[in-house]
């Protein structure tokens, strides 16, 4: 008996989802290195605090590319493994840009941008596949993407735009 059955998935269904999480772990190995980059290449204001803070990203998202990958072994399939094809399919791009204080920051949270729509995608489909295990592992990356997203906006926040708030 085959994965599927066990798993009383629809094939053509989960197929769709396999795709979506392939495009997915291509996007995470990219930020992966992306994150890498910037945690080797910080200098300047706040050096040691973006220098930690990219190595605690970066471990996370390792983490991640874990998840994915096993979830489509879950699933049947076999995850892609070469960065060759991630750079086919993936919407980020490699940078390498010069991650200098909030420059860095921004990048990161415009690179969470593209991995939280492709999130909101992977869910959809797998929630039309009655894949509710793909969408929790989906709903836990977004839980903290977004709590992220607001960490570094407000650390990006400048000392006008709070006391303007006032």
Do not use: C
């Amino acid at each position: 008996m085959r994965t599927l059955d066990y798993l009383q998935l629809n094939e053509n269904k989960v197929n769709v989802v396999v795709e979506s999480l392939n495009g997915l772990l291509a996007d995470l190995q990219i930020f992966y290195s992306n994150l890498r980059g910037l945690h080797w290449n910080v200098r300047g204001r706040g050096f040691f605090a973006l220098h930690a803070k990219y190595e605690e990203l970066y471990n996370s998202v390792a983490n991640q590319v874990d998840e994915v990958a096993e979830r489509i072994l879950q699933l049947g399939s076999r995850p892609e493994n070469r960065y060759s094809e991630y750079l086919k399919v993936s919407r980020l791009q490699e940078d390498g840009f010069e991650p200098l204080g909030r420059a860095g920051i921004q990048k990161v949270l415009d690179m969470l941008s593209v991995l939280i729509g492709e999130e909101r995608e992977v869910s959809a489909k797998a929630a039309e596949a009655n894949d509710e295990v793909t969408v929790a592992l989906i709903g836990d990356f977004l839980r903290g993407q977004e709590k992220l997203v607001w960490m570094l906006s407000a650390f990006l926040t400048r000392k006008s735009e709070v006391e303007s708030e006032k």
